[in-house]
């Protein structure tokens, strides 16, 4: 497969092919940070696509030596979810964010859906800027330095919201739910 600067530069000289050898690259873990921030499928879908459209009109103006066009698409995605999530508020579903079970008891599956209910208030209970740092270092595994840029901000700022969210999120969930951090932490990283 092509490098991504090898697909952009055929974009750029208007190959069809090349938009979507980039859309198929990046279109699912695009609509999976898009879902974990605005906890809505058809949002999620929409601003997928409507981060590519902005993308693929704007590549022009991508500049490899900035930064990779993964964290571009991303900082484009980024803002649009942040219009969709100052007008509603999420209500959120991240079966696609928690590890599988580890068993098919009844009582691991009544157990599971309540650890999962418990960790969804918590990450919904969030700021969305600490909810954001979440999703992109658990979730999607970006470095503190790749956080700061899709979020505009220092990695030291990034750094520090990651922390602050993690701690928020064990002060929610309390002793009880250490152990479904922990193994949110564990999955994701």
């Known amino acids: 497969m092509d490098n991504v600067e090898n697909i952009i530069a055929r974009c750029l000289q208007g190959d069809q092919a090349g938009f979507a050898a980039l859309y198929d690259q990046f279109a699912p873990g ?3 940070l898009c879902y974990s921030l605005v906890l809505n499928r058809e ?4 601003v997928t696509q409507e981060s590519f459209v902005y993308a693929f009109k704007n590549l022009h103006r991508y500049n490899a030596r900035l930064s990779a066009f993964k964290t571009w698409l991303y900082t484009i995605a980024i803002c649009r979810c942040r219009n969709i999530y100052r007008r509603q508020k999420p209500v959120l579903n991240l079966s696609h964010f928690l590890p599988a079970p580890k068993s098919d008891t009844p009582e691991a599956s009544l157990a599971r859906v309540s650890a999962k209910e418990a960790v969804e208030t918590a990450l919904a209970a969030l700021n969305p800027r600490l909810r954001e740092a979440i999703v992109l270092r658990y979730g999607h595994g970006l470095t503190f330095r790749e956080i ?3 979020m505009d ?3 030291k700022t990034a750094e520090s919201r990651v922390r602050l969210g993690h701690d928020a999120l064990r002060g929610m969930l309390g002793p009880a739910g250490q152990g479904l951090l922990d193994e ?3 999955f994701a990283g």
Do not use: N, Q, T
């Not at 949002?43 to 929409?46: C, H, I, N, R, V």
């Open 30 to 32: 695009l609509y999976r």
């Open 43 to 46: 949002d999620a879908e929409d």
């Open 148 to 150: 700061a840029e899709v």
């Open 153 to 155: 901000c220092p990695p």
């Open 184 to 186: 949110l932490v564990s």
